[in-house]
Nanobody, 123 residues
Framework: QVQLVESGGGSVQAGGSLRLSCAAS????????MAWFRQAPGKEREEVAH????????YYYDSVKGRFTISQDKAKKTVYLQMNSLKPEDTAMYYC????????????????WGQGTQVTVSS
């Protein structure tokens, strides 16, 4: 069973920064595509970034491009999301997700999900 545990959420003012972490269990060896999603109240869940673990290849969606950075520490089996220049519209529950195989933009069949961590940005 793959387990993902997020941490690092909190409340910040607009323009501030937060770093989210997603720690994966030791059973995650084949889940090569890891992503961060977010869901704001009353809105659909949306992916913000993903990373292809073997190569470290990353992808960002337009809403966060240039402000967020996804990275990994393979030894710690942890994926990070560094969020800078935060805006009130970034307020959401952020989820880490993983799936076997490669990543591609728009992939929607993520099998494993964390419990989420709340990010609140005030103006």
């Amino acid at each position: 069973q793959v387990q993902l545990v997020e941490s690092g959420g909190g409340s910040v003012q607009a323009g501030g920064s937060l770093r989210l972490s997603c720690a994966a269990s030791r059973y995650i060896v084949t889940t090569n595509c890891m992503a961060w999603f977010r869901q704001a109240p009353g809105k659909e869940r949306e992916e913000v970034a993903h990373i292809y673990v073997p190569a470290g290849t990353t992808y960002y969606y337009d809403s966060v491009k240039g402000r967020f950075t996804i990275s990994q520490d393979k030894a710690k089996k942890t994926v990070y999301l560094q969020m800078n220049s935060l805006k009130p519209e970034d307020t959401a529950m952020y989820y880490c997700a993983a799936v076997e195989g490669i990543c591609w933009a728009g992939r929607s069949d993520f099998r494993y999900w964390g419990q989420g961590t709340q990010v609140t940005v005030s103006s």
